[in-house]
């Protein structure tokens, strides 16, 4: 019988390798996820400065493995609605259907956006949040974590799903969108210190700042409304 690391009302963490946990629960809704995409970025120096002590220097990067269109085909099978982020480095298959982050950046040696896969009922979209707004907010410390807010975006988006499944769940972020949406998720989590510090995320009962003074709900793109 599985043990979970951490559980509370909304969200269940586990410790280990998804490719043995996933088999064993079931179904989801839906499935939210920003798997490793393998591309070996951070054995190339960028780990050194800006993301330095986030575990991705020389000796922490094992955990940068993408994984496989067999085992993809395997997660995308649990739940009828999916968003994969990562869309262009991952074997996934074919779909009309996919999301932007346009991260509003400024910096021309880094992405500008990134792409998430999805069979969502929806056209393409795009959610504006800018990476200097992201890097402020950051709530875990993962060096590829991403928004509270573009999570909390993907969940609207796939409307009355209440169960999530994030198998890589890194610093937890899924997890803490969907218990401020009243929702329930299933994190998988390899790393021990991550799931330490997603328990640590879903403890927190009071709502961070980033989603309490972004509209995500709104269908803004994260943006403030205004009243001019």
């Avoid at 393998?38 to 050194?48: A, D, L, M, S, Y």
């Avoid at 060096?143 to 999570?151: C, F, I, S």
């Avoid at 972004?214 to 994260?222: M, P």
Wanted: contains cysteine; proline residues 6%; aromatic residues 10%.
């Amino acid at each position: 019988m599985l043990k979970p690391y951490y559980q509370d009302d909304a969200v269940t963490i586990y410790h280990g390798d998804c490719r043995e946990i996933v088999p064993q629960l079931g179904r989801f809704d839906l499935l939210l996820t920003d798997p490793p995409y393998g591309i070996e970025r951070f054995r190339k120096g960028f780990g050194t400065t800006r993301f330095r002590g986030l575990g991705c220097e020389t000796k922490g990067i094992e955990w940068d493995v993408a994984p496989d269109a067999e085992w993809l085909a395997v997660l995308l099978a649990v739940a009828p609605l999916a968003v994969v982020w990562g869309m262009n480095n991952l074997p996934l298959p074919t779909t009309e259907h996919f999301l932007v982050w346009d991260k509003e950046q400024t910096v021309d040696n880094f992405a500008s956006a990134e792409l998430a896969w999805c069979n969502l009922p929806t056209p393409a979209k795009v959610f504006r949040f800018g990476i200097h707004r992201h890097n402020q907010s950051k709530g875990g410390g993962h060096p590829t974590e991403k928004p509270l807010a573009l999570m909390n975006w993907c969940i609207g988006l796939a409307g009355d799903v209440q169960t999530i499944l994030d198998p890589f769940a890194g610093s937890g972020t899924t997890g803490r969108a969907a218990k401020d949406l009243g929702r329930k998720a299933t994190l998988i989590e390899r790393e021990e210190r991550y799931c330490e510090i997603s328990a640590k995320r879903m403890a927190q009962e009071v709502l961070p700042l980033e989603y309490r003074d972004n509209a995500v709900l709104s269908g803004n793109g994260g943006r403030k409304k205004r009243n001019d």
